[in-house]
């Protein structure tokens, strides 16, 4: 069946502009997650959605980051007003159950965002 | 102090090889782990869940230690293909999010 799917794959955009980056979960996949992932370093926490409702938003770095998933599928990472600072792949991952269980995180392939 | 830690590497090994990865972490609290794969510019993959009595699964055994606050993976008879980045994970008790360590290089020589 069809993975976690992220759009687009590649944004190039300039500092202060404004950029959504889409993820498309597993179908019937409860729980969501984004992360950052900067070169040489492993993926930070971002974002953790339980349906529609964000339940652990701590990871989110500043109020220019912000995410929504308003019907508890496909999820939109916003950030507003880019800096340099933001270029990463910005990874999504989504689990059956998530939560406190340990079912496995399936990640899609990523955005790598580019802030000139 | 960071709340995952791992040897970056790389670690340059032989085909055949046995190698060992260990990773720290900080928070007792802690009540899940796991071990990641990342290919080169690719999404992590689990690898495989980190249980308290220790698990292997064909060449891989994964070992906790909680009273050291470590996990470890030893990988046996080493190929070429376990050439990847392994991510060391960590879910604390009560919170949602899974920490990722920064991950350890191994590259399988021919």
């Known amino acids: 069946g069809a993975g976690v799917s992220q759009t687009p794959s590649n944004k190039v955009t300039e500092k202060g502009k404004y950029v959504e980056l889409r993820c498309d979960p597993i179908?019937?996949?409860?729980?969501l997650y984004w992360y950052r992932q900067s070169l040489g370093q492993g993926p930070e926490f971002l974002i953790y959605?339980?349906?529609?409702?964000?339940?652990?938003d701590s990871g989110l770095p500043n109020d220019r980051f912000f995410a929504v998933r308003p019907e508890g599928s496909v999820s939109t990472l916003k950030i507003q007003r880019t800096e340099r600072g933001d270029s990463a792949v910005y990874l999504c991952?989504?689990?059956?159950?998530?939560?406190?269980?340990?079912?496995?995180?399936?990640f899609g392939p990523g955005t790598r965002l580019t802030v000139l | 102090r960071k709340e995952v830690e791992q040897d970056p590497g790389p670690f340059n090994v032989p085909e055949g090889a046995t190698v060992a990865f260990n990773c720290t972490y900080s928070?007792?609290?802690?009540?899940?782990f796991f071990w990641y794969r990342q290919d080169c510019r690719k999404e992590p993959k689990l690898l495989m869940s980190?249980?308290?009595s220790g698990n292997e699964d064909g060449r891989f055994t994964a070992q906790l230690n909680r009273a050291s606050q470590y996990i470890s993976l030893l990988i046996r008879d080493s190929k070429l293909s376990d050439s990847a980045t392994y991510l060391c994970?960590?879910?604390?008790?009560?919170?949602?999010?899974?920490?990722f360590g920064t991950g350890t290089r191994l590259k399988v020589l021919a």
């Open positions: 959605f339980q349906g529609t409702g964000a339940a652990d």
């Open positions: 928070n007792s609290a802690s009540q899940s």
């Open positions: 994970v960590v879910n604390f008790r009560g919170t949602y999010k899974y920490i």
């Open positions: 980190v249980y308290s």
């Open positions: 991952a989504s689990s059956l159950v998530g939560g406190q269980s340990t079912d496995t995180q399936y």
């Open positions: 179908s019937g996949h409860t729980a």
